[in-house]
């Protein structure tokens, strides 16, 4: 199960979704109310209830197969994954706003995104929590504790550059990849730490070298 929330961070929740798919996992995708506002604002796509594998298609890119996409309406509290019985591995809330951290904590339910979520926990089953806000207050902090104290793994959206991305989709990757780390679904969204200090970049460079043929492509002249 994916809920996507209206944080900035659009791209991490295309990522996740993309790479599910290609995993062969099947995807329950719930998008909140204010998620349409932020994937308006950072792709223009207007994400439609009704028209929602025309939009998602758009969305994700890819040209993505949706063959394992259930889609859920936000405000459809009787929909599949509103209950425990509701066959479901785990979710996956990414990117989370503050407000859905805040509703997960205390049990608001207040749409499908934070129902799932509470039926998420209180089923024991693997629930993540990609936050995305800067800086946090104390209330959020607060909550994210509690929401680590219920079981669920607190993964801010924070790229780490040790794996050697620098692109903006190498960036958003990682984070995808950490999401998916914590739920066991494999991947190859970044490269992982080798132990070794500068690993990541000497790979780079050395799969830079090999993709260029020598004297063709490189800086000419004094
Ligand atoms: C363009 C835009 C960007 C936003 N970015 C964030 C954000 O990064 N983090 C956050 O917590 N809220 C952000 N918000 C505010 C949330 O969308 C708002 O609190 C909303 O009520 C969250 O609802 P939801 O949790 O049901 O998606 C943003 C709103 C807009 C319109």
Redesign the pocket.
């Known amino acids: 199960m994916v809920g996507v929330?209206?944080?900035?961070?659009t791209p991490y929740a295309a990522s996740v979704i993309r790479a599910l798919l290609a995993a062969g996992e099947a995807v329950d995708l719930v998008v909140?109310?204010?998620?349409r506002?932020?994937i308006l604002?950072e792709t223009g796509i207007s994400f439609r209830d009704a028209h929602w594998q025309a939009d998602l298609a758009a969305w994700i890119g890819d040209d993505p197969d949706l063959a394992g996409v259930r889609y859920w309406a936000a405000g459809d509290f009787a929909a599949g994954p509103s209950s425990g019985s509701y066959p479901a591995k785990g979710m996956l809330v990414v990117?989370a706003?503050?407000?859905?951290v805040a509703?997960i904590a205390l049990g608001l339910s207040?749409?499908l995104?934070q129902r799932a979520a509470a039926v998420t926990l209180k089923e024991r089953r693997p629930l993540v929590v990609c936050v995305?806000?800067t800086p946090l207050d104390g209330v959020t902090l607060r909550h994210l504790v509690e929401l680590d104290a219920a079981g669920a793994v607190v993964l801010p959206a924070s790229p780490g550059f040790y794996a050697g991305g620098s692109t903006a989709r190498e960036l958003v990757d990682f984070v995808a990849g950490r999401v998916l780390d914590a739920v066991g679904v494999g991947h190859g969204l970044y490269r992982r730490w080798s132990g070794e200090l500068g690993g990541a970049r000497s790979a780079s460079a050395d799969a830079a070298s090999t993709a260029k043929p020598t004297g063709t492509d490189g800086p000419r002249g004094a």
Request: aromatic letters at 0%; proline letters at 4%; a neutral charge.
């Open positions: 929330c209206g944080a900035s961070g909140s109310r204010a998620a506002l932020t604002d990117p706003t503050t407000g859905a509703g207040k749409d995104v995305r806000e």
